[in-house]
């Protein structure tokens, strides 16, 4: 069942007929529905094992929430259940792409690290809460593996059971500090990392730099018209010193502000400390030239684990960017 009722949030390609697409995790999709079961439909065409020998391991993995109850996880398949035994009345579905391969392609067809989302099928999809048409707060956060929560479930893959020790189930979008931080602050956010991606560095699976790949979700598909209130930028980490660094994050402020006009951007020192004081220089810059909406967010001593926090240390994280948030930009 599709209907335009859903609410969509990330980088959805909404251009198919009765289905949508993106590359990114972090990316969801809210509905209100009627009825005492519901189930979520994909289209695993563009999908491949990664281990072509065991066929495991090898889908993109999602999360979901029933109306306020216990998170869900597991591997796309064709027909996904996701609640059964529910009560009489309206319920309210939040389902978030989890976790990706970001080694397989992603950028250029075929997509085979997306996920392809043709629909919920229940007894009946109700009108949208006005809350999700109009919140009262918008995010993006910007960056590379880190922003898209590359390795966060370390700790649990391969360790509890039914998590398999595999990319889709190590990363973990929605316990990115990405995540938490918008859903501490009650906003609604889109997430877009690409692994081992700078401003001009290529990534995993194919992804340009931030420079080139910012005006598209993937090749061929263009930047819709989203208006975020607040974007942070985590760049920095992948690439090494250069005198280069400084300008070249100076274009990409320049980029975001000529696409977003009107947002507060929150330039944030990498949690490692790579370029901090090229990042801190070219904000003083845009400040210097006018620019009052664009800030610094030092991170230094936020932060003293491994290159990819797992879900504690994202948990840390969020707690202090929400409150550098609080207190330096909303």
Not at 89 to 101: A, C, E, K, Q, W
Not at 224 to 248: A, H
Request: with cysteine; hydrophobic share 40%.
């Amino acid at each position: 069942m599709w209907s335009r009722e859903l609410c969509f949030f990330g980088r959805w390609d909404l251009r198919g007929k009765e289905r949508a697409i993106t590359v990114n995790s972090g990316s969801y999709v809210k509905a209100r529905f009627s009825g005492t079961s519901l189930r979520a439909s994909f289209d695993l065409s563009l999908n491949k094992p990664h281990c072509e020998c065991t066929k495991e391991g090898s889908y993109p993995t999602i999360a979901w929430q029933i109306d306020s109850g216990a998170w869900q996880e597991a591997e796309i398949s064709a027909s996904v259940k996701l609640a059964q035994g529910l009560g009489k009345g309206s319920h309210t579905v939040m389902l978030i792409v989890r976790g990706l391969d970001e080694h397989q392609s992603r950028w250029m067809p075929p997509l085979v690290a997306s996920v392809t989302f043709t629909g919920f099928e229940a007894q009946k999809l109700e009108r949208a809460l006005p809350a999700w048409r109009r919140p009262k707060l918008t995010m993006e956060f910007l960056g590379d593996s880190i922003t898209e929560g590359v390795i966060v479930n370390e700790g649990r893959a391969g360790v509890l059971p039914g998590i398999p020790f595999t990319w889709p189930w190590l990363a973990d979008a929605r316990q990115s500090y990405a995540a938490q931080t918008a859903l501490a602050l009650g906003a609604e956010w889109r997430q877009v990392g690409f692994g081992a991606t700078g401003l001009k560095l290529v990534g995993s699976g194919g992804a340009p730099g931030a420079l080139a790949a910012f005006d598209f979700f993937y090749a061929g598909c263009p930047r819709d018209k989203w208006q975020p209130d607040v974007v942070v930028i985590n760049q920095g980490t992948n690439e090494p010193p250069s005198p280069e660094y400084q300008g070249l994050y100076g274009q990409y402020l320049a980029q975001l502000r000529r696409a977003y006009p009107k947002a507060k951007l929150a330039a944030l020192r990498p949690f490692g400390g790579a370029h901090g004081e090229d990042i801190k220089a070219a904000v003083s810059a845009c400040n210097a030239a006018g620019d009052s909406r664009m800030y610094y967010i030092d991170s230094t001593g936020w932060y003293t684990g491994p290159l990819h926090p797992n879900i504690e240390g994202s948990a840390t994280l969020a707690e202090k960017l929400v409150h550098a948030l609080k207190t330096q930009v909303l």
